[in-house]
């Protein structure tokens, strides 16, 4: 398993959440760069947030900047995603990705985890 992904669950809207995303040593030593993509029923896939490897910058979707934080804990090759102020609108499967390159496309995604269901619901 090259991404381990964890954290959903269910919470009130204006509650938070920290999904985290681990690593195996070859992701890590072979640098690619770690986001996070959402799945909504009957949606597409759509990109999330991304850091990159070389030097940290990290990205956001226009739908959650300023509420999302992506952040990584090398020591753990972990890396999180902190979602505060949920929305209704956020309920989907949440996926770690790696990539070579920051994209926001899935289809350069080369290595998937398995997904992690994020309910917003009162």
């Known amino acids: 398993v090259q991404l381990q992904a964890s954290g959903g669950g269910l919470v009130q809207p204006g509650g938070s959440l920290r999904l985290s995303c681990t690593a195996s040593?070859?992701?890590?030593?072979?640098?690619?760069?770690i986001g996070w993509f959402r799945q909504a029923p009957g949606k597409e896939r759509e990109w999330v947030s991304t850091?990159?490897?070389?030097?940290?910058?990290?990205g956001y979707a226009d739908s959650v900047k300023g509420r999302f934080t992506i952040s990584t804990d090398n020591a753990k090759n972990t890396v999180y995603l902190q979602m505060n102020n949920l929305k209704p609108e956020d309920t989907a499967v949440y996926f770690c990705?790696?990539?070579?390159?920051?994209?926001?496309?899935?289809?350069?995604?080369?290595?998937w985890g398995q997904g992690t269901q994020v309910t917003v619901s009162s």
């Open positions: 990705a790696a990539s070579k390159w920051v994209t926001m496309s899935a289809a350069d995604v080369d290595y």
């Open positions: 040593e070859y992701i890590t030593s072979s640098r690619y760069d």
């Open positions: 850091i990159s490897n070389w030097d940290g910058g990290a």
